[in-house]
């Protein structure tokens, strides 16, 4: 699952992964900041990662965009965490 995330038409990035178990593309607004994240819950082998792509500011001006598309490059994480299997999964 791939997505493109646009702003003003220009091209901010594609985030995704072969595996997603789910995505999460959001807009975070308060009265003082705007920012957008890409970030995913996805399997490597037996294992589960939270991969953090992007964390990015915008303006009450911008238009956003997310458009999903076939595949695409995608940037190195920002952060990767591997999930541990809870007590009811162990």
């Excluded at 995704?16 to 807009?27: A, E, R």
């Excluded at 705007?34 to 964390?55: H, T």
């Excluded at 598309?69 to 299997?85: D, F, N, Q, S, T």
Aim: aromatic residues 10%; charged residues 20%.
């Amino acid at each position: 699952m791939y997505y493109q995330i646009l702003i003003n038409g220009m091209s901010l990035g594609i985030f995704g992964h072969p595996n997603v178990q789910n995505m999460h593309l959001s807009l975070m607004v308060t009265a003082e900041r705007r920012e957008i994240f890409a970030n995913a819950v996805c399997q490597e082998g037996e294992d589960l990662y939270m991969i953090d792509w992007l964390q990015y500011q915008i303006t009450v001006e911008d238009v956003v965009e997310f458009k999903q598309v076939l595949e695409g490059p995608v940037p190195e994480p920002r952060k990767k965490y591997k999930i541990r299997a809870s007590v009811q999964d162990a």
